[in-house]
């Protein structure tokens, strides 16, 4: 089976290089699967259910998310009725949404995508660690096939949390820093394993943002309202191949520049 994993998709810039090249994606890699990070689709901060279904009809077959799944409030009441969108796991019990999900393929194959915070240099949240041992006990009854995306900003915390579950699942793919980091190595269990896939949005700017605004707030430590930048765009992912016992065999990376 062949995965494409997306890195954060941010703004309407991101939105269109994923549109114009996913399609040769698809055909190019004989994808199986395509998962995306898609909590900054909406003007760089949340989602909204016109944007999440503009991302199915992509291609894109799951939708993770991490700390700005809450930031458009409507989609609070959207996000538990489509259990291919995601919010991370180890939220606290009574949180709508679905923290995990068993995707079925065309052929018939099934997949399980779990979605994690970080806690290090994060909201508060339930312990990744923890929380993920049954949930992937729980997916193993289905499906030996299991994806993580852990959102979480810590370099450190991102890679012991894969080898904490190196062997256990397919692939952990860290989100949430928009920067694509050159790590990506298969574990010695057979875990697919990459620190950030990076992001998928304007190149020319500070993660997603216009660079002026983010140094100005550098230099005077003031608040403002961020917009995304403009400008040619990049598309951030990584592919990864995985046997039928769950046990992944290559990883690669991919930037590819838009238009």
């Not at 003007?43 to 458009?72: C, P, Q, R, Y």
């Not at 995990?100 to 997949?111: F, H, P, W």
């Not at 970080?118 to 193993?140: A, N, Q, W």
Request: hydrophobic residues 40%.
């Amino acid at each position: 089976m062949r995965t494409l994993f997306i890195g954060d998709i941010v703004g309407k810039i991101g939105r269109n290089a994923v549109k114009a090249l996913l399609p040769n994606l698809i055909d190019k890699y004989k994808l199986d699967l395509v998962i995306a990070n898609g909590e900054n689709i909406a003007g760089g901060f949340g989602l909204t259910e016109a944007l999440v279904s503009e991302l199915f009809k992509m291609g894109v077959h799951v939708i993770t998310t991490g700390n700005h799944v809450w930031d458009k409030k409507e989609f609070v009441n959207y996000i538990s009725k489509d259990n291919r969108v995601l919010r991370p796991l180890n939220y606290p019990p009574g949180v709508p949404g679905y923290g995990s999900v068993i995707y079925t393929l065309q052929d018939g194959m099934k997949a399980g995508i779990i979605n994690l915070s970080g806690r290090v240099f994060m909201h508060s949240m339930d312990c990744p660690f923890r929380t993920v041992s049954p949930e992937i006990e729980y997916l193993k009854k289905e499906t030996d096939i299991i994806l993580i995306d852990l959102h979480a900003e810590a370099t450190s915390e991102k890679i012991a949390f894969g080898y904490f579950v190196d062997g256990q699942v397919s692939a952990v793919i860290g989100t949430h820093t928009h920067v694509q980091t050159a790590d990506e190595k298969i574990l010695p269990q057979g875990t697919a394993y990459i620190t950030d896939v990076g992001m998928t949005g304007p190149v020319n700017s500070v993660i997603g943002i216009e660079v002026d605004q983010i140094i100005q707030r550098f230099l005077t430590g003031m608040p403002d309202r961020f917009a995304t930048a403009s400008g040619d765009g990049i598309l951030s992912a990584v592919v990864i191949e995985i046997n039928n016992t769950g046990k992944a065999s290559a990883i690669q990376r991919l930037q590819i520049s838009y238009p």
